[in-house]
C-alpha cells in the first residue's frame, strides 16, 4: 500500500507541488525556479530567498494561501520521503558496517551449538517370515542436538550485501531410540506361561499358544551417533532494525549410519491341539548396519545479538532438504526350532525416500575481536 501510494504520489502529485512552488504550470518556469522549488518541498522553507543581486522580495508578516499551500505540500512530501527513507534504510537496506575496510578484509571464524529434528520418510519397509509378509512406511522423527564451526572468507566482491564464501563442518548426536517401522505382533524375548493353581510347583494345565509372549515379527531402524555434515555457500549481511542480518544459502553434504534389524518370535504347537501346547519356539534376530551419504541445499538466517569479549553472539535457524544416493537396506537371520527339529528365517527390507530433512536453530560465536 506505501509502495502503490509513493507512486501515484511521485506521478501526480510531486510534480503539481514543484510547480506550485515555483510559481506557476506555465512553459516560463524556469529550470532554477524548479530546482529551488525541490530544495524548497525538501526542507520546508517556502519561498527561498532570491540570488543576492535580485531585489529580495518583501512578504508580509500574514501568510498567503501560497505559502500555506507550499507549507502543506512540503509537509506532505517530508513524510512521503521519511517513510520511503525509513522502509529503505531503517528496514532492508544492506549494512553499512559490513562494508567498512577493516572488516571487509577479515577471516570470521565462529563455533555454534545448536538443536533441531531431523525428518526422514520411509517409503517402505518389511518383513517376511513364516508368519507371513507384513509392510509399511512412516516418517521417523528425532530430537537432534550438535555443534560445529565456520569459517567466513573476506568479502568477496564489491557489493552492498558484502558477500562471503563460508565453510561449516558440524557434527551431531541423537535423542533416537530404535524405531519399529514394521511391527506384527510383540516380538521380543518368548516366555511360555506356568499354570500352577495350587502353588505345587507342578504345572496344573497346558498354556494356550496365544498366551506366549514375544510371539511377532518386526523391522527396526535406529539412526547411529554421530551424524556429520559439510557445507559451502554464501553469506549476504543486511541490517535490520540497527542490527546484523545475515542470509546464508549453502549446498550440504551428509553422513549419517542406520542400524536395521529383523526380529521373529514363533510359537508352533507340537500335540494334537494347534491351539495348546505343547509347543516349540525359535527366535531369529539380526542386523545390519548401512553408510547413508546425501547432498541437498539449505538456507540459514542468523541475527546478531550483541558481544562477549571478542565474540559477537547472534542465533540462527536453519532448514536444510537432502536428496539421498544409497537408501536401501535388507537383512534376514535364520533362527533353530527349540527342539531342534529344523531352521526359520526371517527377512526385512527398509527404504528411505529420495528426500529428507533437518530443521535446527541455535547460537553462535564469531570471533570478531575490536
Not at 34 to 60: D, G, N, T, Y
Not at 147 to 166: K, S
Not at 226 to 231: I, L
Request: aromatic share 8%; net charge negative.
Amino acid at each position: 500500500m506505501i509502495v502503490v501510494s509513493g507512486m501515484r504520489f511521485a506521478i501526480f502529485r510531486l510534480p503539481r507541488l514543484i510547480a506550485e512552488c515555483a510559481g506557476g504550470m506555465g512553459d516560463n518556469v524556469s529550470w532554477s525556479r524548479v530546482s529551488r522549488s525541490v530544495l524548497q518541498l525538501l526542507f520546508a522553507r517556502c519561498p527561498i530567498p532570491r540570488p543576492p543581486e535580485q531585489e529580495p522580495r518583501r512578504w508580509h508578516s500574514g501568510s498567503s494561501p501560497a505559502i500555506r499551500s507550499c507549507d502543506q505540500n512540503a509537509r506532505k512530501l517530508q513524510r512521503f520521503l521519511g517513510i520511503v527513507l525509513g522502509v529503505w534504510i531503517g528496514i532492508v537496506s544492506p549494512s553499512a558496517a559490513s562494508a567498512t575496510d577493516d572488516l571487509a578484509d577479515r577471516w570470521i571464524p565462529g563455533f555454534s551449538v545448536r538443536v533441531g529434528a531431523r525428518i526422514i520418510p520411509v517409503d517402505a519397509a518389511t518383513v517376511s517370515s513364516d508368519r507371513g509378509d507384513f509392510e509399511g512406511e512412516s516418517n521417523r522423527v528425532f530430537g537432534t542436538v550438535g555443534g560445529g564451526l565456520q569459517l567466513l572468507t573476506p568479502v568477496v566482491a564489491d557489493h552492498p550485501l558484502a558477500p562471503r564464501i563460508l565453510f561449516r563442518v558440524a557434527a551431531s548426536t541423537f535423542f533416537d531410540q530404535e524405531d519399529r517401522v514394521v511391527n506384527e505382533g510383540a516380538s521380543g524375548a518368548l516366555e511360555i506361561p506356568f499354570i500352577d493353581n495350587n502353588n505345587d510347583g507342578i504345572p496344573d494345565a497346558e498354556p494356550a499358544i496365544a498366551t506366549i509372549t514375544g510371539q511377532g515379527s518386526a523391522t527396526g531402524v535406529k539412526t547411529e551417533v554421530p551424524s556429520v555434515r559439510a557445507a559451502i555457500g554464501l553469506d549476504f549481511e543486511f541490517e535490520v532494525a540497527g542490527r546484523q542480518l545475515h542470509i546464508k544459502p549453502s549446498v550440504e553434504w551428509l553422513y549419517e549410519r542406520e542400524r536395521v534389524g529383523t526380529i521373529l518370535g514363533l510359537a508352533e504347537a507340537i500335540g494334537g491341539d494347534p491351539d495348546v501346547c505343547p509347543c516349540r519356539t525359535a527366535t531369529a534376530f539380526g542386523e545390519n548396519t548401512e553408510d547413508f551419504h546425501s547432498l541437498g541445499p539449505g538456507i540459514e538466517v542468523e541475527f546478531a545479538t550483541g558481544r562477549i569479549s571478542s565474540f559477537m553472539v547472534s542465533v540462527f535457524a536453519q532448514a536444510n532438504g537432502y536428496y539421498l544416493f544409497d537408501r536401501k537396506v535388507n537383512v534376514g537371520a535364520v533362527g533353530e526350532w527349540s527342539d531342534a527339529s529344523g531352521t526359520v528365517t526371517v527377512l526385512s527390507g527398509y527404504e528411505r525416500a529420495r528426500w529428507d530433512y533437518r530443521l535446527g536453530a541455535g547460537v553462535r560465536f564469531n570471533w570478531m575481536p575490536e
